[in-house]
């Protein structure tokens, strides 16, 4: 199957800790809201369907120390590997 690309119109506002980006398209809009600064988490994905994503927590980790049953949960109680909010 190939894949087709369409027009859509792009649109962004810089806000005091967000950037927050419009993509209108043939379906709809979708709203998304990254943070500003480096990461630049997606922290909200609101899409033309009526579906909507938040995002509840992130971890930065250094993951090749965190692949052993029992790490994830270790990983989710530690409060420095949060990213702040």
Same mark, same amino acid.
């Given at each position: 199957?190939?894949?087709?690309?369409?027009?859509?119109?792009?649109?962004?506002?810089?806000?005091?800790?967000? *950037?927050?980006?419009? #993509?209108?398209?043939?379906?709809?809009?979708?709203?998304?809201?990254? =943070? &500003? %600064?480096?990461?630049?988490?997606?922290?909200?994905?609101?899409?033309?369907?009526?579906?909507?994503?938040? *995002?509840?927590?992130? #971890?930065?980790?250094?993951?090749?120390?965190?692949?052993?049953?029992? =790490? &994830? %949960?270790?990983?989710?109680?530690?409060?420095?590997?949060?990213?702040?909010?």
């Amino acid at each position: 199957e190939a894949i087709v690309f369409k027009p859509a119109k792009v649109s962004f506002a810089s806000r005091e800790e967000t *950037l927050e980006v419009d #993509l209108e398209h043939a379906g709809g809009k979708d709203h998304f809201v990254l =943070d &500003r %600064e480096f990461p630049f988490l997606l922290r909200e994905w609101s899409a033309a369907d009526g579906s909507h994503l938040k *995002l509840k927590r992130s #971890l930065k980790i250094d993951y090749w120390n965190y692949n052993k049953p029992g =790490d &994830r %949960e270790r990983a989710l109680k530690d409060p420095m590997l949060r990213h702040p909010d």
